[in-house]
């Protein structure tokens, strides 16, 4: 079982900024990719950002919508995974979560509880 515990979220006004952590249970190198979803009110959620493993490249990957604000990044030392997140906008609003595919078979997604973030206009 994998446990993925995310901390950071709060209330930012409009072009703020926050920095997401996500603490695994396991090394997270044993984790690829690793990433951010987030869900609105009466949304589904949905992707953020991702990023592989060193093995696998290190390669990220951003919804349009937080391209050039948002960055994922891993420090395997710390099994954390952040996402810092810059020019907020209350669209931004939302739960974040964290996910963590299993890089052994079987291929198994883990969520994290959640944390929210406010962006007040």
């Known amino acids: 079982q994998v446990q993925l515990v995310e901390s950071g979220g709060g209330l930012v006004q409009a072009g703020g900024s926050l920095r997401l952590s996500c603490a695994a249970s396991?090394?997270?190198?044993?984790?690829?990719?690793v990433g951010w979803y987030r869900q609105a009110p009466g949304k589904q959620r949905e992707l953020v950002a991702t990023?592989?493993?060193?093995?696998?490249?290190?390669?990220?990957n951003y919804a349009d919508s937080v391209k050039g604000r948002f960055t994922i990044s891993r420090d395997n030392a710390k099994n954390t995974v952040y996402l810092q997140m810059n020019s907020l906008k209350p669209e931004d609003t939302a739960v974040y979560y964290c996910?963590?595919?299993?890089?052994?078979?079987?291929?198994?997604?883990?969520w994290g509880q959640g944390t929210q973030v406010t962006v007040s206009s």
């Open positions: 396991i090394s997270i190198v044993r984790l690829n990719p």
């Open positions: 996910s963590g595919d299993t890089a052994w078979t079987p291929r198994l997604r883990y």
């Open positions: 990023i592989t493993s060193i093995t696998s490249g290190g390669s990220t």
